[in-house]
């Protein structure tokens, strides 16, 4: 019998042919931890009695989460990453590099058909170029980082085949939340989730990469994408390891196969305080909002940029609104600045804020005050997700959050197309 | 843990989805790794005051997709410093479970409907079950891999490594 993305990719990471359901200790490929995880990962390397890392050329820290550092404990913990991180030798992306998620593509680390994990949830985002990539915890990367292994239960997958294609003002933000609000929170706990269909094909690498991001919020271990000419000539421009592509064979085994035809979606929201409490945007235009976010793992890319831009271009954001925007990289921000993209952004009133997770996680950029409503790009609404509770936030494509921006209220964006 | 490695405690009693934003807010995780510090803000904006209320031994009760959210592993951590002995739900989002197991906090799959806040309920990992001692009925516990025990016996990952050398599946 077939297999899927999955269970190929960890049957070569095993060295023998493995199966859904089997409990495994694979050679992982790559590592990552961020600036919330890696201190405590670097406290259970020590306990563990961790002198050296297996190898530094496989392991990266990333300060993104709270990035320049707002408060002592954080700068302590930061200086604590950097000591480590010199000692070893292992890649370190500093404040102002940007959000790990976009950063490890972007910086050629992982490449299709590797085995990643990083301390961080939205490694899910790797699959959109054929990695199986899962967060864990501090421990396992301090596991990992030690012995250059660790263990995984082989995942079931659930196949999604998305057909048609995107009406203008529609984008992948948009089929993630439809995916996000079918499926349910956990609708796919402990699965892998493979993505296929023209609706998928169609789209850009980057705007994949939105998809793959959020396939944690259905509860999915990983969420897996083929690597089609897109998405090697996109890695071959990045990475100088050799690609290992893994297809699906056409009789694997799935969970169950859902097909959806996307052809009629239209953009989509996710309301307070659950990401899978989506409705389609006209159901909730007029909301008044206090603070827009472009920005995250989810949509800081310089695509994102692009589309907020265009909405943006010859408008303001209403006087109502803090427009807050968060470069997903150094690089994103740079290509932003030659293109006119930042220009124009700046110039539509937004506040531009260091490259990395802005204010997705409430720890400094934008904390919103009692009361106030939120429309972001990131992938959460968890209550109290942008440090305060008694505040709300809705999610949306880059182009619904700027249109939203503009009128200072939940706005269709193809009002302003 | 008792000498007999029966769990006892009250329950404590959430619903479906609780994330790890509701059990540690991402606005203290990131300024200290103080867990005794964290543990103060457990659970803190879906139940204020549930620090001071849980007494050592407690469990969490909850319905389905436990932990769901950020990979942070100090959520299971503030929970077992906070006192509690074991998390009970129906089901646990997957890094919550992995990072549970890896911190030696008890993380039990069950039915856990018919359990009341203030329950006095006992739990034995070992052979499997949970009493509820104020209802009188006893449920079976989906068991653990023998690697996840293990585990939980040596309190956590790390010891389990430091012990064995690596991983024994
Ligand atoms: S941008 Fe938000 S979701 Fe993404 S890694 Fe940063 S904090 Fe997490």
Redesign the interface.
């Known amino acids: 019998m077939g297999m899927t993305i999955a269970e190929k990719i960890f049957s070569r990471h095993c060295g023998r042919p493995v199966r859904a359901g089997e409990l495994v200790v694979a050679e992982v490929d790559f590592m990552m931890g961020q600036d919330g995880t890696s201190p405590l990962a670097i406290q259970a390397f020590r306990e563990l009695g961790g002198e050296r890392v297996c190898d530094a050329a496989r392991v990266a820290m990333v300060i993104d989460h709270s990035a320049p550092s707002p408060l002592e404990g954080v700068s302590n913990l930061h200086a604590m990453m950097r000591e480590f991180a010199g000692e070893q030798g292992l890649f370190l992306y500093d404040v102002g590099w940007g959000v790990c998620h976009c950063l490890l593509p972007e910086q050629g680390h992982v490449v299709p058909g590797d085995l990643v994990i990083g301390a961080d949830s939205h490694t899910t985002t790797y699959g959109a170029i054929n990695v199986f990539s899962t967060g864990v915890g501090s421990t396992d990367l301090a596991a990992a980082m030690l012995s250059g292994k660790l263990w995984f239960k082989v995942p079931e997958t659930l196949r999604l085949e998305l057909r048609g294609t995107l009406a203008p003002g529609v984008y992948s933000k948009d089929i993630a939340l439809f995916l996000a609000g079918e499926l349910t929170a956990d609708g796919a706990t402990y699965l892998a989730v493979e993505y296929g269909g023209e609706a998928i094909s169609s789209l850009s690498v980057e705007a994949r990469f939105t998809i793959a991001n959020m396939a944690v919020e259905m509860g999915a271990k990983a969420g897996l994408m083929q690597a089609d000419e897109k998405v090697l000539q996109w890695v071959s421009r990045r990475a100088a390891r050799r690609p290992a592509p893994a297809d699906p064979d056409p009789d694997a085994s799935y969970r169950g196969v859902l097909e959806y035809d996307l052809g009629g979606l239209t953009p989509q929201v996710a309301l307070p305080h659950r990401v899978d409490n989506v409705k389609p945007v006209e159901e909730v235009e007029g909301t008044p909002i206090q603070e827009a976010v472009i920005g995250t793992c989810t949509n800081g890319r310089l695509e994102d940029l692009e589309e907020a831009a265009r909405i943006l271009a010859g408008r303001r954001a209403s006087p109502e609104v803090r427009l807050i925007v968060a470069p997903a990289s150094r690089q994103v921000l740079m290509e932003a600045m030659e293109k006119g993209i930042a220009q124009r952004l700046v110039e539509a009133g937004a506040a531009l804020v260091t490259p990395g997770c802005g204010p997705c996680v409430g720890t400094h950029n934008g904390v919103p005050a009692d009361g106030e409503a939120v429309i972001s790009t990131a992938n959460r609404n968890f209550k109290g997700r942008m440090g305060n509770a008694n505040a709300h936030i809705y999610l949306a494509s880059p182009a619904t959050v700027a249109a939203s921006a503009v009128a200072g209220k939940i706005t269709d964006p193809r009002r302003m197309l | 843990m008792a000498g007999n490695g029966i769990l006892r405690g009250r329950a404590h009693v959430f619903g479906d989805?609780v994330?790890t934003?509701?059990i540690i807010?991402?606005?203290y995780?990131?300024?200290?790794?103080d867990v005794e510090e964290l543990a103060r803000h457990c659970m803190e904006?879906?139940d204020p005051g549930f620090s001071e209320r849980v007494r050592p031994g407690d469990f969490i009760v909850a319905g389905?997709?436990f932990g769901?959210?950020?990979?942070?592993?100090?959520a299971p951590l503030v929970i077992k410093h906070a006192g509690v002995s074991a998390v009970l739900a129906r089901?646990f989002?997957?890094?919550f479970f992995?990072?549970a197991i890896?911190?030696g906090l008890p993380a039990v799959e069950c039915d856990t409907s018919g359990i009341r806040a203030g329950d006095e309920l006992e739990v034995d990992l070992a052979r499997g079950k949970v009493k509820n001692v104020t209802r009188g009925y006893t449920l079976e516990i989906v068991p653990l891999?023998a690697?996840m025990m293990d585990i939980l016996a040596e309190g956590?990952?790390?010891d389990y490594?430091?012990k064995h050398g690596?991983?024994k599946?």
Do not use: H, M, W
């Open positions: 989805d994330n934003d509701y807010s991402g606005k995780k990131f300024r200290t790794l904006d879906v389905g997709n769901c959210g950020s990979s942070r592993e100090q089901s989002a997957r890094i992995r990072n890896n911190k891999p690697v956590g990952l790390t490594l430091r690596g991983f599946l």
